[in-house]
């Protein structure tokens, strides 16, 4: 078969941006970017409110605040929407001791104090200990970059309110060597939060908000396709029809994701599980098996224990 230009094997999509970026074999410029859209990728299966809002956030240059249970690929979008853009990933994945201003840089005085003791030269220049962050480093690229920050609600509530100005005009200022840094190129900033904490007002203001709301059924299998490409038809449908069901259950205090859903087929295609021993959940009369990957803890199992002897005993 013959591939018009820009015709790229892995997408198994044409689109202008394939062909544009062959003919201009470099990376994309500050207005490209604001050009660019995202089309999905094969690997990672989106939703057209998901495409809307990450091509939104584009067109705005604003953040893209991206919310939903754990598990739904909050994370994952980012590293498709940078390689869907041909655009380099940082990552800056938020802990709850991470500090604001370490994403901007740090000084390092103990390598200082080491050095003035060793007698190195390098001391007598402050500017030789300071380590850049993940933001520097992604506005000094000389390319665009996509620049996740990861779980945002794990920081202290100051995190968010700390990083208003660098996210919104770009740059900031260095005291130690009087230096005020500007991104040559805005990032393309993706930020996720599991709802741990609630963000500042002024923060969201200029962010572009997205939920990424729980998979349906037919989503739900279109992401297992992509996995699993080769899982047998019947063995999914009873898979899904367990899965839905366990979700579904009143009072379960942690409902299994997607991320758990493809661990338990995993699980259930290394033990070679015939779809026929999930069938007996449709009448709650069986604890699906392999069950670990799904409940994550007693209360949920013991719940299920209860339904599933009830059920059999009404029968
Ligand atoms: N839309 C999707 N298409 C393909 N795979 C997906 C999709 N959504 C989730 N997954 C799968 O689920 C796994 C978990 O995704 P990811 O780590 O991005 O979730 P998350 O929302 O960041 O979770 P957490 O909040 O716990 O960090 C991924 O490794 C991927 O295999
Ligand atoms: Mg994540």
Redesign the pocket.
């Known amino acids: 078969m013959i591939k018009p230009p820009g015709f790229d094997k892995v997408e198994h999509r044409y689109t202008w941006l394939h062909a544009f970026r062959r003919r201009q074999k470099r990376r994309p410029t500050r207005l490209q970017v604001s050009l660019m859209r995202f089309e999905g990728s094969s690997?990672?299966?989106?939703t057209d409110d998901l495409r809307l809002a990450v091509n939104a956030a584009i067109t705005l240059q604003r953040p893209l605040l991206i919310k939903?249970?754990?598990?739904?690929?909050?994370?994952?979008?980012a590293e498709e929407v940078a390689r869907a853009v041909g655009m380099p990933l940082l990552q800056w994945h938020i802990k709850s001791t991470t500090k604001a201003q370490q994403g901007l840089y740090e000084y390092d005085a103990v390598s200082r104090l080491r050095d003035s003791q060793l007698g190195d030269q390098r001391v007598q220049d402050i500017a030789n200990y300071i380590v850049k962050g993940v933001l520097w480093q992604a506005f000094e690229s000389p390319v665009p970059m996509v620049l996740l920050i990861?779980?945002i609600d794990k920081a202290d509530i100051e995190f968010p309110n700390d990083l208003l100005r660098e996210l919104d005009r770009m740059e900031f200022y260095v005291y130690e060597t009087h230096e005020l840094i500007r991104a040559r190129h805005r990032p393309l900033v993706v930020i996720?939060s599991?709802n741990e904490k609630e963000l500042p007002d002024a923060f969201l203001r200029r962010c572009f908000f997205h939920y990424?709301k729980f998979?349906d059924r037919d989503?739900m299998s279109q992401?297992v396709d992509?996995?699993y490409p080769q899982l047998k038809r019947d063995l999914l449908k009873e898979a899904l029809d367990s899965f839905y069901q366990v979700r579904e259950l009143p009072g379960l205090k942690k409902k299994p994701s997607?991320?758990e859903l493809?661990d338990w087929l995993k699980l259930l295609l290394a033990e070679d599980i015939p779809p026929e021993a999930l069938r007996g959940t449709d009448h709650k009369s069986v604890i699906p098996p392999l069950h670990g990957a799904l409940l994550k803890n007693e209360q949920d199992v013991h719940l299920f224990e209860r339904l599933a002897y009830m059920a059999r005993h009404n029968r």
Do not use: A
């Open positions: 690997t990672y299966v989106t939903g249970e754990p598990g739904t690929g909050k994370t994952m979008l990861d779980e996720t599991n990424i998979p989503t992401i992509v996995h997607t991320s493809l």
